[in-house]
Protein backbone atom coordinates (compact mmCIF):
# COMPACT_ATOMS: atom_id res chain seq x y z
CA UNK A 1 0.00 0.00 0.00
CA UNK A 2 1.40 3.46 -0.98
CA UNK A 3 0.73 6.43 1.31
CA UNK A 4 0.20 9.71 -0.85
CA UNK A 5 2.66 12.54 1.46
CA UNK A 6 0.89 15.39 -0.42
CA UNK A 7 -2.06 14.83 1.72
CA UNK A 8 -0.90 13.90 5.31
CA UNK A 9 1.39 17.31 4.64
CA UNK A 10 -1.81 19.49 4.24
CA UNK A 11 -3.42 18.07 6.94
CA UNK A 12 0.13 18.98 9.26
CA UNK A 13 0.33 22.26 7.87
CA UNK A 14 -3.63 22.76 8.67
CA UNK A 15 -3.18 21.46 12.28
CA UNK A 16 -0.17 23.84 12.65
CA UNK A 17 -1.97 26.51 11.26
CA UNK A 18 -4.94 26.09 13.91
CA UNK A 19 -2.86 25.48 16.39
CA UNK A 20 -0.91 29.00 15.96
CA UNK A 21 -3.94 30.89 15.82
CA UNK A 22 -4.83 29.81 19.23
CA UNK A 23 -1.76 30.48 20.61
CA UNK A 24 -1.46 34.13 19.49
CA UNK A 25 -4.90 35.20 19.70
CA UNK A 26 -6.08 36.26 23.48
CA UNK A 27 -3.61 36.22 26.29
CA UNK A 28 -2.09 33.34 27.12
CA UNK A 29 0.33 34.49 29.96
CA UNK A 30 -0.33 35.70 33.71
CA UNK A 31 1.03 38.96 32.10
CA UNK A 32 -0.92 38.82 28.89
CA UNK A 33 -4.16 38.00 30.97
CA UNK A 34 -3.11 41.23 33.77
CA UNK A 35 -2.71 43.42 30.83
CA UNK A 36 -5.96 42.64 29.20
CA UNK A 37 -7.56 43.16 32.17
CA UNK A 38 -6.25 46.62 32.33
CA UNK A 39 -7.05 47.72 29.00
CA UNK A 40 -10.94 46.15 30.07
CA UNK A 41 -10.63 49.02 32.43
CA UNK A 42 -9.47 51.33 30.56
CA UNK A 43 -12.20 50.46 27.52
CA UNK A 44 -15.00 50.98 30.45
CA UNK A 45 -13.73 54.20 31.15
CA UNK A 46 -14.02 54.83 27.33
CA UNK A 47 -17.46 54.32 27.45
CA UNK A 48 -18.83 55.52 30.33
CA UNK A 49 -16.84 58.91 29.73
CA UNK A 50 -15.11 58.64 32.77
CA UNK A 51 -12.00 60.46 31.98
CA UNK A 52 -10.12 59.91 35.47
CA UNK A 53 -10.52 55.83 34.96
CA UNK A 54 -8.93 56.92 31.28
CA UNK A 55 -6.22 59.06 32.47
CA UNK A 56 -5.09 56.52 35.54
CA UNK A 57 -4.87 53.51 32.74
CA UNK A 58 -1.79 55.64 30.90
CA UNK A 59 1.74 55.41 32.89
CA UNK A 60 3.44 59.12 32.86
CA UNK A 61 6.21 57.71 30.38
CA UNK A 62 3.28 57.01 27.69
CA UNK A 63 4.12 58.33 24.41
CA UNK A 64 2.91 57.98 20.52
CA UNK A 65 4.36 58.07 17.36
CA UNK A 66 3.28 61.64 17.17
CA UNK A 67 5.01 62.35 20.25
CA UNK A 68 2.41 62.67 22.58
CA UNK A 69 2.80 62.79 26.44
CA UNK A 70 0.66 62.06 29.02
CA UNK A 71 0.16 65.39 29.92
CA UNK A 72 -2.11 65.90 26.89
CA UNK A 73 -4.50 63.33 27.27
CA UNK A 74 -6.79 64.89 29.75
CA UNK A 75 -7.73 67.54 27.51
CA UNK A 76 -8.01 64.83 25.06
CA UNK A 77 -9.96 62.53 27.10
CA UNK A 78 -12.61 66.00 28.14
CA UNK A 79 -12.75 67.43 24.39
CA UNK A 80 -13.87 63.91 23.34
CA UNK A 81 -16.31 63.36 26.13
CA UNK A 82 -17.65 66.88 25.65
CA UNK A 83 -17.97 66.07 21.59
CA UNK A 84 -19.80 62.88 22.08
CA UNK A 85 -17.12 60.53 21.05
CA UNK A 86 -17.45 57.98 22.73
CA UNK A 87 -21.06 57.29 22.55
CA UNK A 88 -22.27 54.54 20.54
CA UNK A 89 -18.82 53.40 20.84
CA UNK A 90 -17.98 49.51 21.20
CA UNK A 91 -14.80 47.69 21.61
CA UNK A 92 -14.06 43.97 20.52
CA UNK A 93 -10.72 42.87 21.84
CA UNK A 94 -12.06 38.85 21.04
CA UNK A 95 -9.27 38.79 18.24
CA UNK A 96 -6.90 40.62 19.45
CA UNK A 97 -3.02 38.58 20.00
CA UNK A 98 -1.26 39.24 22.88
CA UNK A 99 2.74 38.95 23.49
CA UNK A 100 5.12 39.32 26.21
CA UNK A 101 8.46 40.61 25.51
CA UNK A 102 10.75 41.47 28.46
CA UNK A 103 8.38 43.74 30.32
CA UNK A 104 6.00 44.88 27.74
CA UNK A 105 2.50 42.90 26.85
CA UNK A 106 1.82 44.19 23.26
CA UNK A 107 -1.91 43.86 22.30
CA UNK A 108 -3.07 44.27 18.52
CA UNK A 109 -5.52 44.80 17.46
CA UNK A 110 -7.93 46.51 19.68
CA UNK A 111 -10.94 47.09 17.03
CA UNK A 112 -13.24 50.51 18.23
CA UNK A 113 -16.76 50.40 16.51
CA UNK A 114 -18.09 53.69 16.00
CA UNK A 115 -21.08 55.64 13.50
CA UNK A 116 -17.49 56.81 12.08
CA UNK A 117 -16.25 53.53 11.11
CA UNK A 118 -13.76 50.73 12.65
CA UNK A 119 -10.64 52.01 13.61
CA UNK A 120 -7.72 49.48 14.86
CA UNK A 121 -4.96 50.03 17.65
CA UNK A 122 -2.01 48.57 19.61
CA UNK A 123 -1.20 48.97 22.79
CA UNK A 124 1.61 48.65 24.89
CA UNK A 125 1.51 48.20 28.49
CA UNK A 126 4.18 47.59 31.38
CA UNK A 127 3.58 46.91 35.08
CA UNK A 128 4.79 49.70 36.54
CA UNK A 129 6.95 49.66 40.60
CA UNK A 130 3.29 50.49 42.42
CA UNK A 131 2.24 46.66 40.51
CA UNK A 132 -0.23 48.28 38.45
CA UNK A 133 -0.62 47.59 34.36
CA UNK A 134 -0.87 51.16 32.20
CA UNK A 135 0.15 52.02 28.96
CA UNK A 136 2.96 52.76 28.04
CA UNK A 137 2.88 52.98 24.31
CA UNK A 138 -0.44 52.97 21.56
CA UNK A 139 -1.01 54.34 18.44
CA UNK A 140 -3.64 53.67 15.31
CA UNK A 141 -2.90 50.90 12.84
CA UNK A 142 -5.34 51.53 10.17
Known amino acids: M ?17 LAGCASSGPTTPEANAAADALKRFHRAEITGDVDGMVAAFSDNWTNPEGATKAVLRGYFEGAVAQ ?28 YNSPAGPSHFTYKLKKETDGVWRIVNSYQIQ
Open 2 to 18: KISIKPVLLLLSAIGLL
Open 84 to 111: GAFLNLSVNEDDAGYSFDGSIVTATPIV
